[in-house]
């Protein structure tokens, strides 16, 4: 089955405290792309990555870093979390930016 | 830089009507793409349709059609025979040909009365 799957799909953790999100596609696509989601603002993009090796900063990436050593995965890590990062997380992955974004399931963040 | 704005945060529709979800954006560019996703109360985001800047046509998909008016700047999605499983959360989005960036709206929550 074509997906896009996140781990963990529920996080609550402390300031400070170094986390990963990682996610994961099995539709080999090269595009893939990390954003959250608040009330009253939509979703955000904060980073993106057009290939293996190649990521971009969205429109709100700090306090967020990525990588992409495999075409398949493309975790999302906060090296030290605030309690402003509490939101809804998701990551996509495309054929490319042009074509229709396959989201994962989200991941609830809550950092106090 | 880009823009997306939905102006509409909530709209009731009565079951079986049309209901029409308005997306206007800004950009500079002549070459973008723009987006419509679904996200019921469940959480999943699901994608709807897609227009290319340059698509002569309106795209349609099913009950689901764009109505483009690339002068205007707007990206309007037309819901035709409304059913109590399009209640859920509608968001439009843009992306540039160049780059990867992609930018959504604020959303726009829709009830689907019985």
């Known amino acids: 089955e074509a997906q896009v799957t996140q781990n963990p799909r529920y996080l609550i953790t402390v300031t400070g405290k170094k986390l990963t999100v990682t996610c994961s596609q099995n539709?080999?696509?090269?595009?893939m792309s990390w954003y959250r989601q608040d009330p009253g603002l939509g979703l955000r993009q904060i980073y993106y990555?057009?290939?293996?090796?190649?990521?971009d900063k969205g429109d709100v990436p700090e306090g967020y870093k990525v990588s992409r050593k495999e075409k398949r995965n493309f975790p999302l890590i906060l090296e030290s979390p605030s309690p402003n990062q509490t939101s809804l997380y998701f990551c996509?992955?495309?054929?490319?930016?042009?074509?229709?974004?396959?989201f994962g399931p989200g991941t609830r963040l809550t950092v106090t | 830089a880009q823009k997306i704005t939905q102006t509409q945060p909530g709209m009731f529709v009565q079951e079986k009507e049309a209901v029409t979800l308005d997306c206007t954006y800004d950009?500079?560019?002549?070459?973008?793409?723009l987006f419509w996703y679904k996200q019921p109360s469940s959480g999943e985001m699901i994608f709807l349709i897609y227009?290319?800047?340059?698509?002569?046509q309106n795209a349609t998909e099913g009950r689901y059609s764009l109505n483009f008016q690339k002068a205007r700047k707007s990206a309007n999605l037309v819901i035709s025979a409304s059913q109590l499983g399009d209640s859920a959360m509608y968001f439009c989005?843009?992306?540039?040909?160049?780059?990867?960036?992609?930018?959504f709206g604020q959303g726009t929550e829709l009830s689907v009365k019985p």
């Open positions: 996509a992955s495309g054929r490319g930016p042009l074509h229709e974004q396959y």
């Open positions: 539709m080999n696509h090269e595009y």
């Open positions: 990555s057009m290939n293996v090796e190649v990521t």
């Open positions: 950009t500079s560019d002549q070459s973008y793409g």
């Open positions: 227009q290319g800047s340059y698509d002569e």
């Open positions: 989005a843009m992306t540039l040909n160049q780059g990867g960036k992609l930018i």
